[in-house]
């Protein structure tokens, strides 16, 4: 049931945290994107969750929701897909592993059919997803496929996520995990800002993400990215 995210070439994340009027959710969902991802690390709450899913349901395209914390896991009507994130480059256990067990500890019902486990390789140690995970971004491309293949060979996640957020990565690095990856989805996000970041990224992974350049490029940057990759 509903694994056609497979399938997706170009995703959009939308902060919750973040103000977007509503002329510009209608230019985005029409951007040809293929779905929209609502996440962000930091101040990200139900509050700002529910009325940002509100902002975008009406539309039609997958929603998937990727929570930062057990308390915005949630899987209302419009929501297709809880996108759960673990780092494999942190030496911190919850953001392996401990924030998942407090989750389902306290949880009343999951529906597993909307959940896809996805593993995060986090690069940029100034991100806020770098510094709040105290992830280990000083890593080598052998060391990047050997998370890889941890994730994809071993483990069985079946997406495996290349994030770079706020800051364009090193292809060469992407390319490793490339290489590496077997069975998963490669996700590549991080810092795409052009049609031809797009391109690049998006011929070495399965999925391309774009976040920041929504709020800060605008709706022209967004559709060059969309074409560079479809
Ligand atoms: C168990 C549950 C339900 C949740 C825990 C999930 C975990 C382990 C989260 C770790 C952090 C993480 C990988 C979050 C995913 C979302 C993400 C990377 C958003 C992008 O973050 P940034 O762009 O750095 O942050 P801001 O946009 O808030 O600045
Ligand atoms: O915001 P940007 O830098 O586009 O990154 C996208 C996404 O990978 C963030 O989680
Ligand atoms: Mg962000």
Redesign the pocket.
Known sequence: MHANWKTWAHVT?L?P??HLPQEAVEEIVTSGTDALML??????TRENLHELLELVSAYGLPLVV?????D??IFDGAVDH?F????MNTNDV???V???Y??LRHASSIDWEMVVP?A?I?L?PN???????GADCTLSGEDVAAFVEVADRYFRFPIV?I?Y??TYGDPGIVQAASEAVENATLYY?GGIRSAEQAAEMGRIADTIVV??AVYEEGIDVLRATVRAVQ
């Not at 759960?84 to 780092?87: D, E, F, G, L, Y």
């Open positions: 994340k902060d945290d973040k996440s962000g690390t930091l101040n990200v990727e929570p930062a914390s057990p915005c896991a809880l759960v994130p673990s780092v919850r953001w392996i401990g924030k998942h407090a989750w996805e995060y986090v940029n991100s806020a997803v770098g510094r709040v995970t996520y994030e957020s706020g996000g976040g920041n």
